[in-house]
């Protein structure tokens, strides 16, 4: 039997080799092979070299050399997006195929004062394969780590930006003043924002404006400005300067539990409580995040006491 019209046959494949095709976009991007060598850590007539090769896989010329660089030659232009596309399938094929071969890792994320450790056994115990893991956030982590992919799930205070999350309320705690033992108000069953009028308020450097405003109590009822107490960096900081008698402070927890022997805490009325919540990417339904937010609704859903109040 003949052979078949090979002008008629199927359109033999390239083996094309994946170094050489990122090879060829990295030259393509810089314009130069002498940069584009630099880029990739290779010597230029190897660079050079490789190009060639892809080229004669390919039985096209993809770069015209010119004395200022590189250019596409017309069949380049058509490859370069169809290279890109390869590279990004390769890099997707090789991140989800070694999502299924290793163990799922999962990170929570968490605030001072928060405690997610039942949900986080239970996800462990329900899913033994996966490497469940926790990490403390400051309060200016929030929401980026989620957002950047350093934790897969959070449990934090309101107020922070929420744009790109599915969140979910787990729990309120009321809002309380922290005062030293010798203030005025010390010992008061309770005492409302009124009661505070003139009393100066910590400010943490480079905080949100939503998030000082929460925790400053702003706007007053009465529109005067609140005064200002000292800069500090972290919020943990501003209960020293309570303690001195520098500033009044609000924070969250339950009326009762302070932070030092030397500060005393009294409930606030007529103010909205802090909103604990449950934060994860929106659109991210992984099998272990869907896990995580279902025992999050079951076994986070009130504060735990006794405990120091929260440093908001």
Known sequence: MPDPDPGTGPTPVADLDLRLVRYFTVVAEHGHFGRAALALHVTQPSLSRQVRRLEQQLGARLLDRTP???????????????????????AEATTFTRAAAEPSRFTVGYVTATIVTPAVRELRRRHPDADVRTLHLAWHELPQALLDHRVDAMVARLPFPTEGLHVTVLYDEPRILVVPLDHRLAGKESVTVDDLAGEPMPRVRGSAPAWSAFWRLEPRPDGLPVPDGPYVDEVEDKFELVAAGQTVAVSAAAPGFVLRPDLTSVPLEGVEPSHVVLATRAGDRGRLVTAFRKLARTHLTAPFAPRAPAVG
């Not at 590189?70 to 390869?86: D, I, K, Q, S, Y």
């Open 68 to 90: 200022r660089g590189t250019r596409l030659t017309a069949a380049g232009e058509v490859f370069m997006p169809h290279a890109r596309a390869l590279l990004r399938s390769a």
